[in-house]
């Protein structure tokens, strides 16, 4: 199928100006000014914006794509999450993983999932493991999984300064690291290892540990929940200022620990990336860490955080949209493929509305959203 889109104001995320965006199946195969609509070449499918703005499809890292929490017993495991809720929110890639339980959320499934979701439009990958170390795998270890499963593209949530971690030694953490960095090489992918950082007082030290006593590069380690405590931000600058990425969970007041990194401890925007924690669990614990409270995640935090770092943090539009695009992308290998419009990417692609809400979104070249509402869903929606 051939698909143009026609008159559309482009961000890639760097503002390109008017352009039309030709289409061939999954791929963005031109850019310019005016394509014209060819002719014998069979059907094709035309969507003239009028001037509306066009940007790269979000990439989610971390979603738990088939639910999670259950730290108040069995009746507190958040459900699995449905195509729409993705796609409705702009987002048309996603990293699922597990979290506090690896006993009845399993790898199998969580593979399964992924699988069913991209069979349903999107692209997706995940991480093997849960909070636990030694952690859970499909195959014998982290290495194998890497090198032999398609969409394993590194370790986690590993856990580390929470209560609920298996408490890892630096040593188990370094064997850890040191499997996702030989299975990455031989499997050819990023061989992440990505980290839940809960409140404790250590925060990220852990990992300055191994990058002080190991050869293991920085780029390898993706800490996430970094805006969860002032002290943790701060650790979360001193690591960007080392040559790493920051992740901040969104929500309603994430923006404000971005806009501290930028201003307060002057890191690049290069240096930042979101994700939303979709379909986790929110818990709440008192000092004696008894479960007090428990939210669930949504996708749909990427795009009001994002809003709020352009609105309230004056962020312009193309610096913005890094954090959810091009500097994700490049956490995860996938630059020039995803996070971008350009020739040779994926049409992953989002239309927004005046207000910045998503009105359509297209997903490897298909139509999944339009006037804001799914109008492809998941098998059983």
């Given at each position: 199928m051939i698909k143009i889109i026609k008159n559309a104001n482009v961000y890639s995320p760097e503002p390109i100006g008017k352009c039309d965006i030709l289409i061939l199946d999954e791929r963005i195969a031109h850019i310019d000014s005016n394509i014209p609509v060819p002719r014998g070449l069979g059907e094709v499918e035309v969507f003239d914006v009028r001037g509306a703005t066009i940007i790269p499809?979000?990439?989610?890292?971390?979603?738990?794509?088939?639910?999670?929490?259950?730290?108040?017993?069995?009746?507190?495991?958040?459900?699995?999450?449905?195509?729409?809720?993705?796609?409705?929110?702009?987002?048309?890639?996603?990293?699922?993983?597990?979290?506090?339980?690896?006993?009845?959320?399993?790898?199998?499934?969580?593979?399964?999932k992924a699988r069913a979701l991209e069979i349903e439009g999107i692209t997706t990958f995940i991480y093997t493991g849960a909070y636990e170390v030694p952690t859970r795998t499909i195959t014998e270890n982290v290495r194998n999984d890497l090198i032999l499963i398609d969409k394993v593209i590194g370790v986690g949530e590993i856990a580390i300064s929470d209560h609920r971690s298996a408490q890892p030694d630096l040593s188990d953490l370094r064997k850890l690291a040191a499997e996702a960095r030989v299975g990455g090489m031989l499997g050819g992918k990023p061989g992440l290892v990505h980290f839940h950082v809960g409140?404790?007082?250590?925060?990220?030290?852990?990992?300055?540990?191994?990058?002080?006593?190991?050869?293991?590069?920085?780029?390898?380690?993706?800490?996430?929940?970094?805006?969860?405590?002032?002290?943790?931000?701060?650790?979360?600058?001193?690591?960007?200022?080392?040559?790493?990425?920051?992740?901040?969970?969104?929500?309603?007041?994430?923006?404000?620990?971005?806009?501290?990194?930028?201003?307060?401890?002057?890191?690049?925007?290069?240096?930042?990336?979101?994700?939303?924690?979709?379909?986790?669990?929110?818990?709440?614990?008192d000092a004696d860490g008894n479960l007090i409270g428990l939210g669930v995640g949504s996708v749909r935090t990427n795009l009001e955080t994002w809003r709020d770092v352009m609105i309230k943090g004056h962020v312009p539009m193309e610096e913005a949209?890094?954090?959810?695009?091009?500097?994700?992308?490049?956490?995860?290998?996938?630059?020039?493929?995803?996070?971008?419009?350009?020739?040779?990417?994926?049409?992953?692609?989002?239309?927004?509305?005046?207000?910045?809400?998503?009105?359509?979104?297209?997903?490897?070249?298909?139509?999944?959203?339009?006037?804001?509402?799914?109008?492809?869903?998941?098998?059983?929606e």
């Open positions: 499809g979000f990439i989610d890292q971390h979603v738990h794509i088939i639910g999670g929490g259950g730290e108040g017993g069995p009746a507190t495991r958040t459900p699995e999450i449905q195509l729409s809720q993705i796609t409705t929110n702009g987002v048309t890639t996603v990293v699922g993983c597990l979290g506090t339980d690896g006993t009845t959320r399993h790898m199998y499934s969580l593979l399964t409140g404790g007082p250590r925060g990220i030290q852990p990992i300055f540990e191994i990058l002080e006593t190991t050869e293991l590069p920085i780029a390898m380690f993706t800490p996430t929940h970094m805006n969860r405590n002032p002290e943790l931000l701060e650790q979360g600058a001193r690591f960007a200022k080392a040559g790493g990425k920051v992740d901040i969970t969104s929500g309603p007041e994430a923006y404000k620990g971005i806009m501290r990194l930028l201003n307060e401890f002057n890191i690049s925007i290069d240096h930042i990336t979101i994700s939303s924690d979709g379909n986790g669990s929110l818990p709440k614990f949209l890094k954090i959810l695009t091009t500097n994700v992308a490049q956490n995860l290998n996938l630059q020039g493929r995803k996070g971008c419009i350009a020739r040779g990417a994926d049409a992953d692609l989002v239309e927004l509305t005046d207000d910045l809400e998503v009105n359509r979104v297209w997903a490897r070249g298909r139509l999944m959203v339009d006037a804001g509402r799914a109008i492809v869903k998941g098998t059983f």
